[in-house]
């Protein structure tokens, strides 16, 4: 860098005199700076301003009559005058010097822009200040983006409130619907993983929304292969319906894998939805093929949700029939459940892709003989997370033999004997790359944990399975198996 400095740049052959050259060089400052100057001269009442300052405020260049002083605020924002003349005679008469942000409402054109203001007085005879000068900066874009960040914190402080409200209530409806603590469990964790799915297509497209096929193919893809189809025109929900139709969806795929059609090989649930003339939708969901179906003894927490949460949150109405040939449930939405037309046909939206056969059902057997036998080594830094986790790999039938929280203990940890690791992909902001690379020159096998999107596959590109979180024992167990084939392969 020194080297392209020197060859790029030539001594002037005659520099001029430093002292003479003062102003010229303030002059030039105060132009990469892009900042204006200005002289307040108290005792004459007139206000000068440079031709710099003149471009940022709009004011007239040159000397102008400041009516005592009355002139130098009178383009400021109403609603910040009262500030900025305290602020200035509080710091002109407490030390000689100021500095105040201000709206000002440019006299030229009438725009408002945002006015950083740094000016010191020179005192006369008798101590009372003569002159003040100073110099303007045009802070209108720092401002704004100041602005934007306050939006979007409020905008995330909103929608975190309203997502912990929405665990809560499902707590508690979960709770109030089920007869034991393990069902309890079962039935609220796959709702948080519901969730979780419709948190994920929203971030993928910026919250702008999300399309019904996608929300189809992430309840239903990794249930039960072959045995689920959905079909439809490209409609994009709003968060709002996106949320609510996911968890519709997953209430009716449990159902289907529990008591309906996907709980043998033989069922077959098929989803499919129009366009309303008026706007909005009509989906159908009909199982067939299952076993004969009875209208219940009572009403679960499914049935309520569809029928008096669904329905309302996408402007509708939702229907349950329980045909002796099937379940068959009908949804209804209105325009305001669709995403604004501009950002349904958002060029930068993610295309469909396949569901990950990972992603599997909250219940039921474990794939691929699961985790029985094997043993593992957990590497995740949320100690609570490595718990349960431990505890559900314990239950069915797997070995922990360690666990390890961050990369220097995860490297020490894979020198004991395991079959298989999991792997968190973000160790307290430190990759696990080096832990990963390591089990991949051993060739041992591993997974990897991460709640990042489908942006993020793997560190570093490594051909390992991928499970997204939240997870249950069902989903690692699936990957493990997974990785298990590969590597006997």
Not at 158 to 171: P, T
Not at 336 to 346: G, R
Not at 428 to 433: E, I, M
């Amino acid at each position: 860098m020194v080297a392209a400095m020197d060859e790029g740049f030539q001594p002037h052959p005659n520099p001029p005199d430093r002292r003479t050259n003062e102003p010229e060089r303030a002059r030039l400052a105060l132009a990469a700076a892009r900042m204006g100057e200005f002289e307040w001269d108290a005792q004459g009442a007139v206000l000068t301003v440079s031709e710099r300052m003149a471009e940022i405020t709009g004011l007239a260049a040159g000397a102008t009559p400041g009516e005592a002083g009355a002139g130098w605020f009178r383009n400021l924002h109403p609603d910040d005058e009262p500030a900025a003349r305290r602020a200035a005679d509080q710091g002109l008469a407490r030390d000689g010097r100021c500095e105040l942000e201000y709206r000002m409402i440019r006299p030229d054109d009438g725009r408002t822009v945002w006015i950083h203001c740094a000016a010191m007085a020179l005192p006369g005879a008798g101590g009372q200040a003569r002159r003040i000068i100073g110099v303007v900066r045009d802070v209108s874009e720092r401002k704004a983006q100041e602005n934007a960040r306050e939006a979007l914190v409020a905008e995330l402080d909103h929608r975190v409130k309203n997502v912990l409200a929405s665990v809560q209530s499902l707590a508690a409806q979960s709770a109030r619907k089920t007869t034991s603590l393990d069902a309890f469990l079962k039935t609220f964790a796959g709702r948080l993983e519901a969730m979780a799915s419709a948190h994920t297509l929203l971030t993928a497209t910026r919250w702008r929304g999300a399309e019904i096929s996608h929300v189809a193919a992430a309840e239903l893809g990794g249930l039960a292969p072959g045995q689920a189809r959905w079909s439809g025109p490209e409609i994009v929900l709003n968060p709002r319906a996106t949320n609510a139709l996911t968890l519709a969806l997953h209430e009716l795929a449990t159902n289907a894998v529990k008591y309906g059609a996907l709980s043998s090989d033989t069922g077959r649930v098929e989803v499919s939805w129009t366009a309303r003339p008026g706007g909005g939708f009509a989906l159908a969901w009909q199982e067939r093929g299952g076993p004969p179906v009875a209208p219940p003894g009572r009403r679960g927490f499914g049935s309520v949700l569809l029928e008096r949460v669904t329905g309302r949150e996408l402007g509708g109405g939702a229907g349950i029939e329980f045909r002796p040939d099937g379940v068959r449930v009908s949804i209804c939405a209105d325009a305001s459940a669709l995403a604004a037309p501009s950002i349904a046909a958002a060029p930068d939206r993610p295309a469909p892709s396949p569901p990950e056969t990972i992603a599997g059902a909250s219940s039921g057997a474990l794939p691929g003989g699961g985790v029985k036998g094997q043993r593992i080594i957990i590497v995740e830094d949320a100690v609570l997370l490595a718990l349960e986790l431990e505890a559900g790999l314990v239950e069915a039938g797997a070995q922990v033999v360690g666990a390890a929280a961050d990369v220097e203990e995860a490297l020490r940890l894979i020198e004991t004997p395991f079959d298989v690791a999991v792997l968190d992909a973000n160790l307290n902001g430190r990759p696990v790359t080096p832990v990963a690379a390591a089990l991949a020159a051993r060739g041992k096998p591993f997974i990897i944990a991460t709640g990042y999107g489908d942006a993020c596959p793997a560190p570093e590109g490594f051909d390992a399975p991928v499970v997204r979180k939240p997870y249950n024992v069902n989903q690692i167990a699936a990957a493990v198996a997974e990785a298990l084939a590969q590597a006997r392969r």
